[in-house]
């Protein structure tokens, strides 16, 4: 009986093994195909939403300031064309005042001139004592006077006339001076403009990218939880097949007298459906040295506002290459490459639990479903990035509750 049971079982593992090497086969078909696009997706997650949001902070300030110039550009437009049309005016006006300033420079020349002959005149004068001579003296003092009173308002006049281009030409200065500030924050807008549509078309890019990996990452998860389901599912077929050949052993023994009692599945299902802390003592890291990129746990999406709950933990070893360990005694249940997870193992530990490592980039030749390990046995490599799992019957566990810190 013994020996039958041994046939069944081999039989059983046989068949098992060749379909597992046809599924291998197909997901190494489908890994060759997407890797392509992985490749491109290689840009990394916390990277690229850290870029945008400070793309989207720095295009808000852009904005502000677009929106500061262009309220700055139509003061200046408004007073551009008043000072254009002030600019002819005062040009004229000051054509005009310089014709008056050389004509008042004449004039005092001319009364200057003239206030001299009189003072000659009145000198030679004073000798003679006519009549003539006398109302002469008397009309030249009335001149002398009206010609000085002329050249005290000429001058007068000279002195404002150059205060009056001084003015002119200092307002002109300014009308200029605006103008070209205008002009120089015109094209400081239109540089603006240019770098906010380039940064546009940045973010449109990184935003395109950046939907295609939220999408992957979605991907994984979802493919995470189908593959523990199937292999749910073999593990009941398996545990059926263990407790009918047991019946028909017990059956056999008692002569066809009792039948055996049902045994319980092994394993449980792998469920979703909440959050249990592990209660258990805490256990070696799957890698010697490495910082967390991704915590357990819910994530709101930074740009998106889209709350993820992130059933793994994303583990950055320090080093490339780096071996991962298995945490706890147990036997492989699954050990094969996946179209979006890359390699990935999952081991059957006590009580119930499950620990899940995916994103390897190799596993080790020994390491086959079957297989018992032991804690700190080395499973495979890993490039940069591990993705680690616990569950435990229906729920998950945080896996940094259970390693060493």
Request: proline share 2%.
């Amino acid at each position: 009986m013994k020996k039958g049971i041994f046939t069944l079982l081999l039989a059983f593992s046989l068949a098992f093994a060749s379909n597992t090497k046809e599924k291998i086969k197909d997901s190494k078909n489908s890994l060759r195909s997407t890797q392509a696009m992985s490749e491109q997706l290689s840009k990394k997650l916390d990277d690229l939403a850290g870029d945008i949001v400070n793309g989207e902070k720095k295009l808000r300030g852009i904005s502000g300031d677009i929106t500061n110039l262009k309220g700055q550009i139509s003061v200046l437009e408004t007073n551009a064309s008043k000072a254009l049309l002030e600019l002819d005016d005062l040009t004229k006006q000051n054509k005009e005042l310089e014709r008056t300033q050389k004509e008042l420079e004449q004039n005092m020349i001319r009364i200057i001139a003239e206030d001299l002959s009189f003072d000659l005149m009145m000198s030679a004068s004073e000798g003679k004592q006519s009549e003539e001579s006398i109302i002469s003296s008397q009309i030249l003092t009335k001149l002398n006077a009206i010609a000085k009173e002329d050249f005290k308002r000429l001058s007068q006049n000279y002195e404002d006339t150059i205060e009056k281009i001084k003015n002119k030409s200092s307002k002109i200065n300014e009308i200029n001076s605006s103008i070209k500030n205008y002009r120089r924050k015109q094209n400081d807008l239109q540089s603006l403009e240019s770098t906010q549509k380039n940064t546009i078309n940045g973010l449109k890019r990184d935003k395109e990218i950046y939907s295609k990996k939220l999408a992957k990452l979605q991907a994984q998860q979802d493919e995470l939880r189908k593959t523990l389901e199937q292999l749910a599912i073999m593990q009941k077929q398996e545990d059926e097949a263990a407790r009918a050949a047991r019946e028909k052993q017990e059956r056999a023994a008692s002569k066809g007298g009792k039948k055996g009692e049902k045994s319980q599945p092994m394993g449980g299902g792998y469920q979703t459906s909440s959050v249990k802390r592990y209660s258990g003592a805490r256990t070696i890291a799957p890698l010697d040295s490495y910082s967390v990129k991704q915590k357990f746990g819910n994530y709101v999406d930074p740009i998106y506002n889209i709350k993820i709950f992130n059933e793994s933990v994303i583990l950055r070893s320090s080093t490339p290459d780096a071996k991962v360990k298995s945490v706890l005694n147990g036997k492989v249940v699954f050990a094969k490459a996946t179209p979006m997870l890359e390699n990935v193992v999952i081991i059957e530990n006590e009580n119930g639990i499950h620990t899940i490592y995916a994103h390897l980039s190799q596993i080790a030749p020994t390491v086959k479903v079957g297989s018992v390990v032991q804690k700190g046995y080395v499973i495979g490599r890993v490039r940069n990035d591990l993705t680690f799992e616990v569950t435990q019957r229906n729920y998950h566990i945080d896996p940094l509750e259970m390693i060493s810190k």
